[in-house]
Every structure is written in C-alpha cells, then in structure tokens.
C-alpha cells in the first residue's frame, strides 16, 4: 500500500490501516543509494533496512538488516560478512564517468567481495545538473560581458533562466545515456541586437543538447551528439 492509497474509514476500521499507512509512508521516506558498473555488469542498492547486490550471470544476495557507514575523508565504507566473506562497498564523493554510457554520476563506487573487486558509479546523474547555473559560454564563446545568462534544471523535469534579454521555459528528459532538452519558449521583449543574437543562439543550441559531462561539481558541459562543446555552465 503506497501513503498515498491510504483510505479514510471509521474510526472503528481506521487503527489497523493507520499502522499499514504508517509503514507505508516510513517506507517510502527510507534513504536509498544505488551503485552499478560494468564488465561484469553488477549492481547494489542500499537503504535503511537492507543492502542488495546483484551481478549479471552472477549471485545475488541480501545483507539484512543494513550496515551502516563508517566515513574517511570523502568516502562512506559499508562492511559485512556474506557467507564468510569479507564486504565492503565504498561510496566517494568523487565524481565518476559510466564507461559504457559516458554518463556523469556524482559519486564513485569500490566493491570489494572476497577476492573479487568491482568498480562503478552511485547515485542519480540527475544531482550534478538540478539548481541554477550561470551560462559561460555558448559554442566555445564567451558571453557577452555583464549579461549573466542563466539556466536551472529543476527536479521535476522543467528548466527555466534568463536567455540574456527575455526568460524562457522548457523541459529535460535525462535518461540512462543522454539529456535533451525541449519545448523551449521565451518572452519576446526587445533588447539590444547582441544579446538577442545571443539570447537566439542559447535556445538554438539547447534544442541540440544530447548529453552533458561533468568533471568538476561547480562545472558543467552540455554537448551534442558528435560530443561538441554547445553550452558551458558554472556554478
């Protein structure tokens, strides 16, 4: 039963389906991270209750209930003991490049099963764009001094910003190997020609992004599909 199905009854019936919703809801709040990578592909997901690893054509197991982290520097380390051997997963908060998809994830992920090691990426691509960024250049060019274009990519799917002279609006569909960008509109107030012509190549190269990378937290590059610098963006 999700929180959201939760029904309104009489006070008679309501006491066991309050408890129901009440796990529901604690359920749905539990942190969770997940980590994944390549060659062999393999994947762990690890909440407040439990830690799972699967790996393709290979074991899969469940680590109940979860252990919990022990930090060093940048880095939270998850131990346990899974039919005598020694686990230890290491989530650091570097960020990682997915070597088949190219995709930036905001964390790097270690997997350490016996003898075995297993390395990869963790958490969601989406937390190196959402927020507000400035735009720095468009096409390798720098913008125009002291007109401050902006972007924002919020978690809901929908960007905005200030294009140089109007806002606009639009939508992103970030999947597991590529970011577009669509439906882009704009207010249509008069500036000067500079920074309209700005403003127009903005939203023209926008509607051309196909993926993004990330090499620093505070920088980003939306690229198209031949990997050409479109947009530069800073923090």
Aim: overall charge negative.
């Amino acid at each position: 039963m999700s929180p959201d199905s939760c029904p309104s009854l009489p006070l008679a019936a309501s006491l066991a389906v309050l408890s129901m919703c009440a796990t529901a809801t604690s359920n749905a709040a539990a942190a969770s991270l997940t980590a994944r990578g390549n060659e062999p592909g393999w994947q762990i997901t690890i909440s407040d209750t439990a830690l799972s690893f699967n790996a393709l054509g290979g074991e899969t197991f469940t680590v109940q209930p979860a252990p919990h982290p022990t930090r060093q520097g940048d880095a939270d380390t998850y131990l346990a003991t899974v039919d005598g051997r020694q686990l230890a997963l290491t989530i650091a908060a570097r960020i990682c490049v997915d070597t088949m998809s190219g995709m930036p994830y905001p964390q790097t992920a270690t997997v350490i099963l016996g003898d075995r090691k297993f390395e990869g990426c963790a958490g969601e691509p989406g937390d190196l764009l959402h927020g507000d960024w400035l735009v720095d250049e468009i096409r390798e060019k720098a913008t125009v001094e002291g007109s401050k274009p902006t972007l924002a990519f919020e978690p809901d799917g929908r960007i905005h910003g200030n294009g140089s002279c109007n806002r606009f609006f639009g939508n992103f569909a970030l999947t597991g190997e590529a970011l577009t960008i669509s439906e882009t509109g704009a207010a249509m107030m008069m500036c000067d020609q500079q920074l309209m012509d700005q403003e127009r190549n903005l939203l023209k190269a926008l509607g051309s992004v196909h993926r993004f990378e990330a090499l620093q937290t505070r920088r980003v590059q939306l690229l198209d599909k031949d990997g050409q610098r479109l947009v530069s963006l800073r923090r």
